[in-house]
């Protein structure tokens, strides 16, 4: 993968290049979910690179990019991207944002509007963790230093994932890849992540700035940020539109990637 040096880290990511014959073809970036890697998005990928530079980031301590020495937050990751996307010269660019990458997404369109073209954000929200959810992750960011990926099969996995989807053969071996994906990463640096996520403020109240085209999508069985959240957001968002994909939980990308496709295609369109 190639990298980039910004903020004091060395940034991985994918890039496909502009399509054979289109030179000027626009950007997306794609920011991707807390335990995740930039590769959850590479079947919306492998669909659209024939019309757009696709890229891919992974946030430190995910897949390529090694673990910092200190804690972050969701304002270190925004700075992170914003550097990046500077950087590389891609600008303005369409974001698309799933979990964490929704929560970097909106930060990004509220005060550096001017490096996007546009914004999805996929099974997000723009409120704060609660309590129960942060007492709930930091026991499971410890569980995850002291006995890494396996302890999430059983805890994580069930919200990550519908349960009809974690049923079927290909769920099933959607997880075991996932899992290995993040066996390979540094057990102290993902538990970081977890906290940084968790530690995020709300940018509910500052939503109303947000004057780019937003599609708003969530999986109508998402049980980490829920649908309820996300027509909140979407109502906050001058003029965004908002999709629910059916039977699909908080990683639609995967579970239900034609329908992400699809509502991609026809949003950019």
Known sequence: MPTIDVNGITLAY???????GRPQAQTIVFGHGTLFGGWMFRQQIDALRDRFRCIAIDWRAHGDTPAPRTGYDMDTLTADAAALITTLETSP?????????????????????????????????????????????TLQASLFRIMGPRILRHTIAPLMFSPAYLSRTEGKAAVDEWLDRLGQCSQRGIAQAMRAAMIRPSVEGELNRITLPTLVVVGANDAMTPPRLARQMANLIPSAQLEEIPGSGHCSVLEQPSDITRALEQFLQ
């Open 93 to 137: 660019v369409h974001w698309v944002g799933l979990s964490s990458g929704g929560f970097i997404g909106q930060r990004l369109a509220i005060r550096h509007s001017d490096l996007l073209r546009s914004l999805v954000l996929i099974d997000t929200c723009a409120i704060a963790a609660s309590t129960r959810v942060i007492r709930r992750n």
């Open 14 to 20: 994918t890039d496909t290049g502009a399509p054979p």
